[in-house]
């Protein structure tokens, strides 16, 4: 395993984060979960009990588990949505992002416990600049923006810091 790569991808996750994040930003963690069995997903997602760095803050944790529809079995399916509004302090971001880059490896911090991970879609979402940020694993990331003239601009920015090449 090259952990020279793993060190870039940190890195370069960790600036992207903190270019669309400032500390006084709202925002919000958010966490999809699919199961096939509504009470075994309803359990709190262990993201916002080890990446929280106040225990208070697990007690805002909001949950919605919601049947996704098949034609064939209605009702089979679920997915549970947790979200937690917060501030970028609130979170152990640095540790969250790394569990999300190793999502396919053997790699820690890592979601879920021993030889049993699970891969829960992670969200950052900052309320006040309208945009979403998405890490699907080491590979890469997605950035969600209100609006295209937002998304220009945080091009332009990364292009300048070096994170993008033109």
């Given amino acids: 395993m090259n952990l020279t790569y793993f060190d870039k991808v940190y890195q370069q996750s960790l600036s992207i984060f903190h270019l669309l994040f400032d500390e006084k930003d709202e925002m919000f963690l958010a966490s999809n979960i699919y199961g096939a069995q509504k009470s075994r997903i309803k359990l709190k997602a262990k993201i916002f009990d080890r990446y929280l760095k106040g225990k208070e803050m697990r007690y805002k944790v909001e949950l919605d588990t919601l049947p996704i529809w098949n034609e064939d079995e209605p009702a089979s399916f679920y997915i549970s949505q947790f979200s937690l509004k ?8 640095h540790l969250l992002i790394k569990a999300a880059c190793n999502e396919d490896f053997p790699l820690k911090p890592r979601f879920g416990k021993g030889n049993r991970p699970y891969y829960p879609d992670v969200y950052f979402i900052n309320v006040t600049r309208n945009l979403i940020f998405f890490i699907y694993d080491d590979r890469g990331c997605e950035i969600f923006a209100a609006d295209l003239q937002s998304l220009n601009s945080l ?12």
Wanted: aromatic content about 10%; charged content about 40%.
């Fill in 155 to 166: 091009k332009e920015e990364f292009e300048l810091k070096g994170i993008l090449q033109p």
């Fill in 86 to 93: 917060c501030l970028k302090k609130d979170l152990a971001y």
